[in-house]
């Protein structure tokens, strides 16, 4: 399936909101061998971390496919789409 580069940043903007929401709410329940998680509390972590791992598979297949196609190492192609996904306060939070 060919993908376009903004199909990329959308896929592993993604990708990093899922992962944003894991680490919230691992810092909102603590962590799950220093507290005792509820069931649904277990429930919320486990489906919010198989969708991260998911989408981040996705994004990082789709990348190989785009690579493999322009003729150029996915190296490349990653480090081009996780600077174009990062928002504008983001990376400018980062630089500080």
Known sequence: MAHTFEELVEKQRAADEAHARVLH????YGA???ATWSEIQSDTYETAWRAW????RDVRSAM???AKEAGRPRTDVEAEVRRAAKSP???AAEEE
């Open 64 to 66: 190989t496919d785009f």
């Open 32 to 34: 799950p061998t220093a």
């Open 53 to 56: 791992r998911d989408l981040a």
């Open 89 to 91: 306060e983001r990376a």
């Open 25 to 28: 709410l691992r810092d909102t």
